[in-house]
């Protein structure tokens, strides 16, 4: 393969560096185990590319060994400030309400209409009630948050 040969600016560099935190700390929350080639290629690269970003002095004072996994990474000081965990906040933070409302939406569907009803649905007509009932569970959680979500655990759970 051959090989290319890229310049950056110490920013561009800065950068890149924080890109490759970001997607480190993704692969290890989504795919733990990295049983999947494309991530373990990622990792690779990224990996290698913090290792160089650690050569630029106004990147690696701001880095060090993790030892949990051998490799250069941002000191948690820096991280808490970093913008790429406030990118990463916000994802999580999105991914949380949307898979909520979904969730929600589809017990809700099951609820009202029961198990076999929402098995004989037309996959559109289905769609169409969930996605009626996303909307409104949107509305709900942007105005009251988690204030008016109730969960009703079994007598012998609680």
Not at 26 to 52: F, I, N, T, Y
């Amino acid at each position: 393969m051959s090989k290319l040969d890229v310049e950056f600016s110490e920013t561009e560099m800065h950068h890149l560096a924080e890109m490759c935190a970001m997607v480190l700390s993704m692969l290890g929350q989504a795919m733990p185990d990295l049983k999947d080639s494309r991530a373990e290629a990622w990792q690779r690269l990224c990996v290698a590319l913090l290792k160089a970003a650690r050569g630029v002095p106004s990147i690696g004072r701001h880095m060090e060994l993790n030892p949990d996994c051998g490799y250069w990474f941002f000191k948690r000081s820096y991280v808490d400030r970093a913008f790429f965990s406030d990118v990463l906040d916000e994802y999580r933070d999105s991914a949380f309400w949307a898979e909520l409302v979904s969730r929600c939406a589809e017990q809700s569907l099951v609820e009202n209409f029961g198990d076999e009803a929402v098995n004989l649905m037309s996959d559109e007509e289905r769609a169409a009630r969930v996605s009626s009932l996303e909307k409104a569970l949107w509305n709900e959680v942007a105005q009251h948050g988690m204030e008016r979500l109730l969960f009703m655990l079994p007598a012998e759970e609680s």
